[in-house]
């Protein structure tokens, strides 16, 4: 065989058809499933064959029925995610013994792209890890009360980091209690009405999203705008302030509201 057989096999089909595979000598190998007993426990149920290989082929023979594999290189889906891995593809459409019609693959490196991902995702920078903690200390709250709260607490933490490299700002507590009062409501109703909004709109598609972004922008921008007694003055300015609004509004709509949509309806279907 040219590629060095894994000293672990999986498959990643539904838990029915998960399967592991081990060596754990040069002709004898086990495939251990879990299986439901007449208890209603989910035991592992392990079974013992003997492999060969040739080539690029692996043959695994279990109560005198044998399976063949190929080694192929492959797309390999990780929670809608991507990945170009080496599989070893079944030569057999049906179940064979306890093997079903599903690809193996090697358990560690399937084990290394979830690390890969793991490390990608974790926050870096101030700002990065503030959000990290903001979202951590969220997560017991109901999912309606997250985004907005999150978005509130973000608002306010930036405001006061930058007012901590102004001295004069702490002058007049009362004003600098007013401003975060302000930055808390906009934070609050720029991340509570497309919470709201998420659900009923996410019905309409890439639209929905688009649309709950302006939306959601645009209420940010008023409650901005009604906290400091900032309305726009004259045509002009509520031009701008709706062009501003729109532009933003649709980035938000394509960047953030769209993917988390449909993440969330995946989540519903499974």
């Not at 005198?64 to 057999?92: C, I, M, N």
């Not at 209420?219 to 900032?230: G, I, N, P, R, T």
Request: proline share 7%.
């Amino acid at each position: 065989m040219l590629r060095p057989l894994p000293r672990e096999l999986i498959t990643l089909g539904q838990p029915g058809d998960q399967i592991l595979v081990l060596f754990p000598s040069p002709a004898v190998c086990t495939v251990t499933r879990m299986r439901r007993d007449a208890s209603g426990e989910t035991r592992p149920e392990v079974k013992y064959g003997s492999w060969s290989t040739a080539g690029e082929t692996l043959s695994l023979t279990f109560d005198g029925k044998s399976a063949e594999y190929v080694w192929q290189e492959g797309a390999l889906a990780l929670d809608e995610e991507q990945h170009t891995l080496w599989q070893l593809v079944p030569r057999f459409d049906a179940p064979v013994g306890p093997l079903p019609a599903l690809p193996l693959v090697d358990a560690a490196a399937v084990s290394g792209l979830f690390a890969e991902r793991e490390n990608a995702s974790r926050p870096r920078g101030l700002f990065g890890w503030l959000a990290f903690a903001i979202m951590r200390g969220l997560a017991p709250l109901p999912w309606w009360l997250r985004a907005p709260i999150a978005t509130a607490v973000a608002l306010v933490s930036i405001v006061l980091f930058r007012v901590a490299f102004h001295p004069e700002a702490w002058a007049s507590m009362a004003e600098l209690g007013t401003a975060l009062s302000g930055v808390a409501a906009a934070g609050l109703i720029g991340g509570g009405v497309p919470t709201l909004l998420f659900v009923p709109l996410r019905r309409l598609g890439y639209a929905g999203s688009l649309l709950n972004g302006v939306v959601g922008v645009l209420s940010y921008l008023s409650a901005c705008a009604w906290a400091f007694d900032d309305f726009p003055a004259n045509q002009r300015s509520l031009l701008i302030f709706l062009a501003v609004g729109l532009v933003f509004g649709l980035v938000v709509g394509h960047a953030l509201l769209h993917p988390l949509a449909k993440i969330s309806a995946a989540r519903e279907r499974q």
